[in-house]
């Protein structure tokens, strides 16, 4: 049961960035304050690419085909959830350019900035949910110890040198947002008032 365990803990670190892009894209409203954009393209980086090539290919890879063989009836959630790994990254194309045109024309682009960033932790929120509430807990109840071995030797990212190389360089980057990003949301600066 390793590997369920491995995906909770990868939505919990992709929650932790959405909770933190969300709060400074709220700090970031004030034109009285100039916001230190790497930190914004640090963690759109990381919600872009750690999803997109840790996490879901290891859900569409190793857990949705065998949860699907055991439970037919969840195959219309799993093709629901399948697209949209798919349009999370068109989404998170959209955030790349609202930050792109916001760091040009800063303070302009600040709402729409805000509002892009809403509504692509929300989407991203109900798919972590939706996942937790119907996938998981039906391969907990269903898979048998057989089934268990299967994918969580998949998982072992370490049995993959290309998944273990990547999986580091993803904490490097988590630890690189959290040095980044001022208090409450991590240990930087605070971002300077312009005089
Ligand atoms: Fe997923
Ligand atoms: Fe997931």
New binding site residues.
């Given amino acids: 049961m390793k590997a369920i365990q491995k995906i909770r803990e990868e939505h919990r670190a992709i929650s932790a960035v959405l909770h933190g892009l969300k709060q400074l894209a709220r700090d970031a409203q004030n034109a009285g304050v100039k916001p230190d954009f790497a930190v914004f393209r640090a963690m759109i980086h990381y919600i872009d690419e750690f999803?997109e090539q840790l996490?879901?290919p290891k859900?569409d890879r190793y857990l949705f085909p065998p949860l699907a063989a055991r439970l037919p009836k969840l195959q219309r959630v799993i093709d629901e959830?399948r697209a949209?790994?798919k349009d999370g990254a068109k989404l998170v194309r959209e955030l790349e350019r609202s930050l792109v045109f916001f760091e040009d024309r800063w303070p302009l682009g600040a709402a729409e900035f805000l509002a892009t960033v809403d509504a692509y932790a929300e989407f991203h929120w109900k798919?972590?949910r939706k996942?937790e509430q119907e996938i998981l807990p039906a391969a907990e109840h269903y898979f048998s110890p057989g089934d268990w071995d299967a994918v969580d030797r998949a998982f072992d990212a370490n049995r993959d040198p290309i998944a273990g190389i990547k999986e580091r360089d993803f904490q490097a980057l988590f630890t690189r947002i959290v040095s980044l990003a001022p208090e409450p949301v991590g240990l930087g600066e605070r971002w300077k008032k312009v005089s």
């Fill in positions: 999803p996490h879901h859900e959830l949209e790994h798919h972590m996942e």
